[in-house]
């Protein structure tokens, strides 16, 4: 299989109706490992809260070109314009009565807020989400990394929404226009 061809492939499995939002993380390594794990499950978008200069290109590694990636500077804008686009918002936290990656609505577009290790979530992340959704641990331990959490949730989630969409959720137009970004991007490696 040509490289075009594999491209192809991996854009018919492309989903644009589950977003990542990582909110506050600022060590390169969980940013890196959280871009890669949206990428690898097939995510097309992934968005990024700082207030910070820490850089998308350096903290993914590789896999940015693979991304669209989109830098906010406020919880709020950023949240408040994923719901403008339709998407329901869902926390990663501990709360009673929270969602598991399998109850999890996704029947409709999902936005996936992943808040640093130390504190979570921000409080205005938590305000304007439709919910928590949790890991069901049967350890002593009770949390993962930021970075692990988020490979655990979005494996199922990205599944189940498969389930309803079919491989994937992009237009053909919306497939065209990406091959032709990451054939620039691979030409500019390249040369």
């Known amino acids: 299989m040509n490289r075009i061809e594999k491209m192809k492939k991996v854009l018919a499995r492309r989903l644009s109706s589950i977003t990542l939002v990582a909110e506050a ?6 940013l890196s490992a959280m ?27 590789g896999s940015e070109r693979w991304l669209d990636i989109f830098v906010h500077d406020n919880s709020e804008r950023c949240l408040k314009g994923l719901r ?3 998407f329901s918002l869902y926390v990663a936290g501990f709360d009673e009565g929270a969602y598991t990656p399998e109850n999890l609505p996704v029947d409709g ?4 807020i992943m808040g640093t290790e130390l504190s979570g979530v921000s409080d205005t992340a938590r305000n304007l989400s439709d919910g928590t959704v949790m890991i069901p641990m ?4 009770q949390s993962f990394n ?35 970004k990451w054939i620039e991007r691979e030409n500019k490696i390249i040369n």
Request: hydrophobic share 35%; net charge positive; proline share 0%.
């Open 25 to 30: 993380t600022y060590m390169r390594h969980n």
């Open 35 to 61: 871009f890669r794990t949206a990428e690898a499950f097939g995510l097309q978008n992934v968005h990024f809260i700082t207030d910070h200069s820490l850089s998308t290109s350096s903290a993914s590694r």
């Open 84 to 86: 403008e686009k339709g």
């Open 109 to 112: 577009s999902v936005a996936l």
């Open 138 to 141: 049967s350890g002593f331990t």
């Open 146 to 180: 930021v970075s692990v959490a988020t490979a655990c949730l979005l494996y199922r989630i990205t599944e189940r929404r498969r389930d309803i969409v079919g491989k994937g959720d992009l237009s053909s137009q919306e497939q065209k226009e990406i091959l032709q």
